[in-house]
């Protein structure tokens, strides 16, 4: 097993910019760091379970892959949408009472990413099932796979932090540039370009 290559998939896949690292860094912005972190157990907690089930049912959900990928690109494209919606209007109104930044919003935005999905389907069994079989050693990769998940958005709530003063001074420009991200995310996993 190429132990750097694995490594690497693993830190861009889940370092880089995605709908549930967007939606933490606009929760750091406007309900604080310790109101976000809600928010990253709920992802880790869907990021690890995916990574569970993917490794349990890797076989049979090779059969029907196609059928998984247009579903959840039809779902995951809806509620990024409406993910896009609630961090546009964050600081229109002063209601502090948004779904997306509670531990529930976190671990269901792991199913409905197709990001994340498309990462749990592919990297157990690209880089450990074909050199370990072991339940124990694939249940011990599982545990580093998502403690990696934990340290990128852990990541993305200290950036977050660190420039909130300048987050603040931009709300708007940032929640509508966010907004238009994660709108973005959701034109290209519709499928439809």
Not at 32 to 39: Q, R, S, T
């Amino acid at each position: 097993m190429n132990i750097t290559s694995f490594l690497i998939y693993c830190v861009v896949a889940t370092f880089t910019p995605g709908p549930a690292n967007i939606v933490i860094l606009s929760s750091v912005q406007h309900f604080g760091a310790k109101k976000a972190m809600a928010y990253v157990c709920g992802a880790t907690i869907g990021f690890g379970l995916l990574l569970v089930v993917s490794t349990m049912l890797n076989r049979i959900l090779a059969d029907v892959i196609p059928n998984i990928l247009s579903i959840m690109q039809i779902i995951g494209s809806l509620y990024m949408l409406y993910l896009a919606y609630q961090v546009y209007k964050m600081g229109a109104t002063e209601s502090k009472d948004i779904q997306t930044t509670n531990f529930v919003s976190g671990l269901l935005m792991q199913f409905v990413n197709p990001k994340v999905v498309l990462f749990t389907l592919t990297v157990i069994p690209t880089f450990v099932m074909p050199y370990y079989t072991s339940s124990l050693v694939l249940f011990l990769f599982v545990i580093i796979i998502t403690l990696i998940g934990f340290l990128a958005f852990t990541t993305w709530v200290v950036f977050g932090r660190i420039f909130r003063r300048f987050l603040h001074n931009h709300q708007k420009v940032l929640n509508t540039l966010m907004a238009l991200f994660l709108v973005y995310s959701a034109i290209m996993v519709s499928g439809i370009l």
